[in-house]
């Protein structure tokens, strides 16, 4: 059918959730007097206006689909406090749907980011008529949206987020989360106190008992594993979900991987691709969803339904793509590489593969004045970007490796052990891989850490080791390119600003400087190749 043929009819209300709260509502039918299987599509980004035309015009593909806006957003009444209330609020619009007329005993689910959280929210109860989802670019687990090994990362997303439709003006800027103490920083920024947000800045320990609590997002915790629907997942290899959601598929039980399939292209949370690269960026020929799979979404629903063959989705597998390289590859696992190589960082800050005599290099940690890098690793919002020149301020220290002799392709999780010292009583050590092409540097990966994580009883100016677990990534280093591993104490604003002071970070009134070691010779990265 010419797209300009097409013409859903359109139905809006005001669906009732239990508490009383009504939430904006458009049905979309390609036709009307049948009953036809549903999608639910729940958004809390909405703005002023909808554009109901393109709802209209719209390729459902024969599905209905119920597209809602998330409590307190859009034309929705009610406060938006994320993730608290997406639990009840998706039971009740499922309870709502099964009462309509165009309903045939059929729920399909989808969503990317937030919107899959919405849905995630409620997969612990398996409701029985809900037949499959495509939930991307969406980790299951709160803490790690929020934490990365205990460190807080940037909460602009949840202040903007919070009551948007009722507090039009927060106290907010990104250095806001400079300011000494954390803790009751949401009367600050709000002007009244939120419960909620300051449970978020307050249990940087994962094995915390908040996080087993709804709260702390107990709903959510491990929907992709028990539920028993098929699910199609989705990453980029510069989503900021990246390494939980390769967890959770490499870690899904055999029979519910069989069931579902994943794909990891080489973009960012915008996993698709489909948005224009910037000018002088890698191109990824072949990558880009609307290249390779464009309906991906009603393939798979129709796959599940009507056990119609797959296209480019392989059932049980892991698509993904070799950055710098291609074509795609299937796996039913993401694996680290055959061959394990470790280059050791030299006194003479060089990547080397074999270790030098034991050096220091000492560089001064001033949190006042923090150290930012371009883009991000996964971790944070920011992707792939170019990189500043080597050693560009006085508190980063860069480790360049020699020119590779033949092409190598990297695949897997590098790790990276760092020994280190420092005169304070705890510290953060952040570190940034990075591949040197011709064009320019460019991001691979990045991580962070503190001394006291690793060990909590630390004395300044002893040695401690801290060992990183970099993300799953694929991508070809080509003759003559190098790598480059970064080392400082700061990334903002992508990471909460160490103090250098013990404790919890949200209670900190104060700061300190302090003088960091990297100890060579025994630190080194250990990289998996094909």
Known sequence: MNHSEICNQLFEYMVPMRD?????????????????????????????????????????????????????????????????????????????????DFYNGELFLSGASYLASVHLSYLNTNPPDVKAA????????????????????????????????????????????????????????????????????????????????????????????????????????????????????????EARRKDCAMIMTPFDH??????????????????????????????????IRLGTPLQFIRRGEIAYYPMFEGPWRYEKCFTNGNNAVTLYLTGDKKLSAYPDSTNEITYFYNPFAPASFKGSGCYTFGSMQYQDPPDFRYDVISFLSDPFEQDCLVKGGSEVELHVKSTAPDTCFYIRLSIVREDGTLTLRDDIDTICR???????????????????????????????LDVSSSNVPHFLVHTNRKGPMVEQTGADVAYNTVVTGKSGITIYTE
């Not at 549903?38 to 024969?62: C, M, Q, W």
């Not at 009840?88 to 619009?93: A, M, P, S």
């Not at 939120?194 to 107990?218: C, K, L, R, V, Y």
């Not at 948005?275 to 979404?297: H, I, K, L, N």
């Open 134 to 253: 495509c939930l991307m670019v969406q980790d299951c687990r709160r803490y790690n949206l929020l934490y990365r090994n205990g460190v807080l990362k940037n909460r602009s997303w949840t202040v903007g987020m919070y009551k948007k439709n009722t507090i039009k003006k927060k106290n907010f800027a990104v250095e806001t989360f400079r300011t000494l103490p954390l803790a009751g920083m949401s009367e600050k920024i709000f002007g009244e106190y939120s419960e909620a947000f300051e449970n978020e800045i307050s249990h940087p320990d994962p094995a915390d008992p908040f996080w087993q609590t709804p709260e702390g997002g107990s709903h959510y915790a491990n929907a992709y594993s028990d539920c028993d629907i098929p699910i199609l997942m989705a990453t980029g290899y510069y989503d900021i979900y990246t390494d939980g959601l390769l967890k959770i598929w490499n870690t899904l039980p």
């Open 270 to 303: 915008g996993w698709t691709g489909n948005s224009a690269p910037a000018e002088g960026f890698p191109t990824f020929p072949g990558a880009r969803m609307r290249e390779v799979c464009p309906d991906y979404e009603y393939i798979w629903f129709d796959h």
């Open 454 to 484: 690793t060990v909590p009883e630390y004395i300044p100016g002893e040695e401690a080791v801290l060992h990183y677990q970099l993300a799953g990534h694929c991508y070809r280093v080509k003759k003559g390119e190098r790598l480059r």
């Open 20 to 100: 009383g709260v009504k939430l904006y509502t458009v049905i979309q039918l390609p036709v009307t007097g049948q009953k036809l299987p549903v999608i639910i599509k729940r958004n809390p980004y909405a703005g002023d206006v909808l554009d109901l035309e393109a709802f209209r015009k719209e390729n459902t593909h024969g599905y209905a689909v119920v597209y809602q806006e998330c409590r307190g957003t859009g034309r929705s009444e009610g406060d938006c406090i994320p993730y608290i209330n997406e639990h009840n609020d998706g039971l009740d619009l499922l309870d709502w749907i099964r009462k309509q």
